[in-house]
C-alpha cells in the first residue's frame, strides 16, 4: 500500500516479470526494463487513464499492460485522484 497525492494506493495484479517474454520485458510508462515483480495496468480509452481493477467496459479497453511497481502505484493514483 502506497499513498500519493492523498490518494491510497494497493495494486492487485502482479505478476513476475519473468513471465513475459523477453522482447516485451519493458514497462510501459518509462520504458525501463522489467525486473522482479510487475503490475498489470489496464488502459481505459474513454478517459486515457490507467487502472488495475478491470472496471472499465470490455468495449472501452485499450488492453493490458506492464509496468513496473513504482510506474503503475503513480499511474493508478493519477487515475484516481479527485
Known amino acids: 500500500m502506497t499513498v500519493r497525492n492523498n490518494v491510497m494506493v494497493v495494486l492487485r495484479i502482479i505478476a513476475a516479470a519473468d513471465e513475459i517474454p523477453e522482447v516485451d520485458r519493458t514497462c510501459t510508462c518509462c520504458n525501463r526494463r522489467l525486473s522482479g515483480k510487475v503490475a498489470w495496468l489496464e488502459l481505459d480509452?474513454?478517459?486515457g487513464k490507467s487502472h488495475d481493477h478491470g472496471g472499465g467496459p470490455a468495449d472501452k479497453s485499450q488492453g493490458w499492460f506492464p509496468c513496473g511497481l513504482r510506474c503503475a502505484r503513480n499511474e493508478v493514483a493519477k487515475a484516481e485522484a479527485p
Request: hydrophobic share 0%; aromatic share 0%.
Open 45 to 47: 480509452q474513454r478517459t
